[in-house]
């Protein structure tokens, strides 16, 4: 099986925003954290969304982003459809588990 390149850290969210983002931002990120908890039922942790070509029509639907090989570019969460964003995370989250499912779960 192959191993996950992108791995959590005990690096702390809250400080890593708290000094990059703007009062908007860090909105817009407390936001999204709590769409995260809401789909995976997990804290929110320091890592990379894995890719998924089956999400390309959910992209396309999204509003105004850019996206690198796995990271997601946008400057205001308000650009975007926030019900596609989540479905966005849901299927990152489901093909991650696929991907590398938990010893537990196997």
């Known amino acids: 099986m192959a191993e996950t ?6 690096a702390s969210v809250d400080a890593y925003l708290a000094s ?6 860090l909105a ?14 997990q804290q929110p942790r320091m890592w990379g969304l894995a890719e998924n070509p089956g999400q390309v ?12 090989k796995s990271c ?17 995370i849901a299927g990152s989250v489901a093909d991650a588990k696929r991907r590398y499912p938990h010893p537990r779960d196997a």
């Open 72 to 88: 997601l570019y946008f400057k205001r969460l308000a650009d975007l459809d926030v019900k596609v964003l989540e479905a966005l």
């Open 20 to 25: 990059r983002a703007s009062p908007d931002q």
């Open 57 to 68: 029509e959910l992209v396309v639907k999204l509003g105004k982003h850019k996206m690198g």
């Open 5 to 10: 390149k992108t791995r959590p850290t005990d």
């Open 28 to 41: 817009d990120c407390k936001a999204i954290m709590a769409m995260c908890k809401r789909v995976t039922k």
